[in-house]
């Protein structure tokens, strides 16, 4: 399984499909690729906010592919032209042999597009279930289910955000990795935009012993 991170939260899971995860692509000062430049199977999107719809709907037009979202936010997507399949929070569905699985995330939803404000339902999180299994959070805080995510899909490798702020800061995204059981935790979310600046070596020595932090620059790909 390969994961490349094009900073922020917009990551690529290629397990033999490419999974493209909250495209926030063009506006996006780490990402060191184009929209145009991803070629996905299929997307998916924690929530509405525009720093993770990104390009999703340009991207899944120009490569033909759908949107995975929770309910409104698709109900919002297909509006725009787009194939989008919208779920709930512990639905499930099989796509070229991968399970993908939407979870609980603690924040908040609103799309603010076309000059109105749009009710995106609620965040999510995804669980992806392949040669491995990867938890992308999404913006979340921390919360007391993340044991019940560890427990039902034991993630071997979480994707969690760490920038505070807006979400889980380092402290509770070292709780959270210790909740989840993940023996790999890949920071997302950070050093983006001032108000989320961290140094993810910091997470490094919260869970040493515990997990392994794999610190990937925008553009990176690791091979797990």
């Given at each position: 399984m390969k994961?490349?991170?094009?900073?922020?939260?917009?990551?690529?899971?290629?397990?033999?499909?490419?999974?493209?995860?909250?495209?926030?692509i063009e506006g996006n000062p780490l990402s060191p690729v184009k929209a145009s430049d991803l070629h996905p199977d299929i997307i998916l999107v924690t929530h509405g906010h525009g720093d993770h719809l990104g390009n999703a709907i340009e991207i899944a037009k120009e490569n033909n592919v759908s949107i995975v979202a929770i309910y409104e936010l698709a109900e919002y997507l297909s509006s725009k032209g787009v194939n989008a399949i919208g779920m709930n929070f512990s639905g499930s569905f099989e796509f070229k042999g991968k399970t993908i699985t939407m979870v609980y995330a603690l924040h908040s939803a609103g799309i603010?597009?076309?000059?109105?404000?749009?009710?995106?339902?609620?965040?999510?999180?995804?669980?992806?279930?392949?040669?491995?299994?990867?938890?992308?959070?999404?913006?979340?805080g921390?919360?007391?289910?993340?044991?019940?995510?560890?427990?039902?899909?034991?993630?071997?490798?979480?994707?969690?955000?760490i920038g505070g702020f807006f979400t889980m800061g380092i402290r509770e995204a070292a709780l959270a990795a210790k909740m989840l059981g993940s023996k790999i935790v890949i920071p997302i979310h950070y050093n983006t935009f001032d108000a989320i600046r961290q140094d993810p070596e910091m997470l490094k020595k919260e869970l040493k012993g515990v997990s392994e932090v794999v610190i990937l620059k925008p553009g990176q790909t690791g091979e797990f």
């Open positions: 994961i490349t991170w094009y900073g922020h939260s917009a990551v690529m899971v290629d397990d033999g499909v490419k999974i493209l995860i909250d495209p926030f603010s597009m076309d000059n109105f404000d749009h009710s995106g339902g609620l965040p999510c999180g995804f669980v992806i279930r392949g040669t491995r299994t990867v938890y992308h959070a999404g913006d979340t921390i919360f007391g289910d993340m044991k019940l995510i560890g427990e039902l899909y034991r993630p071997e490798i979480s994707l969690l955000p």
